[in-house]
């Protein structure tokens, strides 16, 4: 059950309205009322509902048809034509001509006034006629504080009040490229209001401020506090953004519209025909929702984020409305494909549109120019990227790394330098992932990791060990992932028995060596621990650790970190420690006699 913001009180009785307006002529059509010339602004619900507030102010007067010119040097609209004239005086066409043609073709969302109305200023209110669904008498602006502004009737002109005093009926999002505060202070009618998850907060106090049952901040006298341009935010998202968030909190009006593509930019114009010349249906914010009618066409040419394409799409929009988008600024609505592999070939699929997969094996996105999938690929130790294209179209891109040994990653790719080092560990049986298919590559090395990864490296039947014939740690449970390992490495004398292990304490580097000076000893091989050309901060290593970083450096497991230094207190990332483990497993471990009874392996 939603929360509702604003509620209605009972009622001290039901004003009838016999308003004259029918549904206008669509207002583009009309001569002298398209776009201006001028570079267009940007449109804001607090502007919006800043314009009705003017109007009022300036004393608008009431004009059947009127779109906000100016007759007798005073500005006159009809309801309709009010908000009409905010978009034309921003220079943004596609706004609708009547009161039902606003609420259902540029408002993405819809809601009754009994089930209270979100906190939002710029809100468009309607009255819906008698016994009708989606037939509207009479639109007004939300302002805020549970006031509307209209331009009424003859006689009667602007209307400023309280949204209860009209019979309000319907509240709607408004779109046509209006843009909504989401967090934190905004200017607005000379003072500041506060928008928390995109609703202007009320009775509460923020930074120090009250704000008081109108959504503005106070000063302690009770007085509206001045704007503070230091502390305004500049911050606006999408309608379809709040949409979004009002649906998930709750909020009727969602609907079952069924989309596959979405607007990838704001204020997109949806025009009549393929062409940058034709005229404008409506004005669409990124994410608005849209259902592509047909294969590309070839129209004129729209160039953004640095490419150029003449495909354009026929869509309808979530309101109904007909027309053309271009094709580089829509996003198809569709699954990312789902890569697999069975340790031999990497198969992909994406529901209905697996014959439109396109992938890549050198770390690039694909296009419609790179390979097709059409069977599985047996190609392993590489970065595949895949997606559904269509007619110039990408959809989401997966991105998925696949070791030699058929292992897969999603968190690097071939690109990074230690990518054929965590190959090779991994398919030595050294390293795993970490779950949720990566590898955790940036992850600080654990010493619970390290003694699995030595563990693994022994070749030993590590289950066969436990703590019963020596000392437990307090901290080790009996079902820890390392647990064998590490009452195996307790009795091979690679890790001191004590009365805590620190599993998930980092490894140091001078730490790391010890480690692996003693796995060296437990295979029998004596490493040599000359300490000619000591480190530059050698008077940073431990005296427990010194021998054992000679013995590693002399055995050319680590070089240092640069300009002759070990970095001893230092620690290694996952990415390293693959480095360091598998040039120790190549330069001492591989070289233990094959016919000894320690000879390790990796697990294959």
């Not at 921003?90 to 809601?111: E, F, S």
């Amino acid at each position: 059950m939603m929360t509702t913001h604003i509620r209605k009180p009972a009622r001290l009785g039901k004003r009838t309205f016999s308003l004259l307006l029918a549904v206008l002529l669509f207002s583009l059509c009309l001569p002298g009322w398209g776009p201006r010339a001028s570079a267009a602004g940007v449109p804001t619900s607090l502007g919006l509902a800043q314009h009705g507030i003017n109007a009022y102010n300036e004393g608008w007067e009431y004009s059947y048809g009127g779109k906000g010119e100016t007759v007798n040097g005073v500005r006159v609209s009809d309801c309709a034509g009010l908000i009409y004239a905010y978009f034309s005086d921003l220079g943004v066409g596609g706004c609708m001509g009547g009161a039902t043609a606003q609420a259902t073709q540029n408002c993405i969302l819809t809601g009754s006034m009994e089930e209270g109305l979100p906190r939002i200023h710029g809100l468009a209110l309607t009255i819906l006629e008698p016994g009708a669904t989606d037939d509207y008498s009479h639109i007004g602006i939300y302002i805020g504080g549970e006031e509307s502004c209209e331009n009424s009737d003859y006689g009667t002109n602007m209307v400023r009040g309280s949204i209860w005093r009209r019979s309000w009926t319907t509240w709607h999002l408004f779109d046509n490229g209006v843009r909504y505060p989401r967090s934190g202070w905004y200017e607005f009618d000379g003072g500041m209001v506060h928008y928390t998850n995109y609703e202007y907060d009320v009775n509460t106090t923020i930074d120090g401020y009250p704000i008081g049952a109108d959504g503005f901040a106070q000063l302690s006298d009770g007085a509206r506090a001045p704007v503070d341009s230091s502390m305004v935010s500049t911050e606006y998202v999408s309608a379809e953004e709040v949409r979004s968030w009002l649906v998930t909190n709750g909020w009727n009006g969602g609907n079952d519209f069924d989309y596959n593509a979405k607007v990838s930019a704001n204020s997109i114009n949806l025009r009549a025909e393929p062409s940058t010349g034709s005229q404008v249906v409506a004005v669409l914010s990124k994410g608005a929702r849209l259902h592509i009618d047909g294969p590309a066409v070839e129209g004129s040419p729209v160039t953004a984020s640095g490419a150029t394409s003449s495909l354009w799409y026929p869509v309808t929009t979530s309101h109904g409305q007909t027309g053309y988008v271009s094709a580089i600024l829509i996003e198809l609505v569709i699954s990312a494909p789902t890569i697999t592999c069975d340790g031999e070939s990497v198969s992909m699929d994406a529901g209905g549109y697996t014959d439109s997969i396109y992938y890549t094996t050198d770390c690039t996105d694909p296009t419609e120019d790179s390979e097709p999938y059409v069977l599985p690929v047996y190609q392993l130790g590489c970065t595949y990227k895949a997606a559904v294209i269509q007619d110039g179209i990408a959809g989401p891109v997966t991105t998925v790394t696949v070791t030699s040994n058929g292992s897969m990653f999603t968190d690097y790719t071939y690109k990074n330098w230690f990518a054929t080092h965590v190959d090779k560990a991994v398919g030595m049986g050294l390293f795993g992932g970490v779950g949720n298919n990566c590898f955790g590559p940036n992850n600080i090395l654990t010493r619970s990791q390290l003694i699995k990864v030595l563990g693994n490296m022994s070749g030993e039947d590590v289950k066969k060990y436990d703590f019963s014939n020596v000392p437990a740690f307090s901290d080790v449970p009996a079902n820890a992932f390392y647990y064998h390992d590490l009452a195996w490495a307790v009795q091979a004398g690679i890790v001191s028995p004590g009365e805590q292990f620190n599993p998930n304490a980092a490894v140091p580097r001078e730490q790391f060596c010890v480690m692996l000076n003693s796995f060296a000893s437990y295979l029998g091989v004596e490493l040599d621990g000359s300490r000619d050309n000591a480190f530059a901060d050698d008077g940073k290593i431990s005296s427990w650790a010194k021998d054992s970083v000679y013995r590693i450096r002399n055995a050319g497991v680590i070089s240092g970190t640069g300009n002759n230094l070990v970095d001893p207190k230092g620690t290694s990332t996952r990415a390293t420690a693959c480095t360091m483990l598998v040039s120790f497993y190549q330069k001492v471990v591989s070289l233990v006699d094959t016919s000894g009874s320690n000879r390790p392996a990796g697990k294959d």
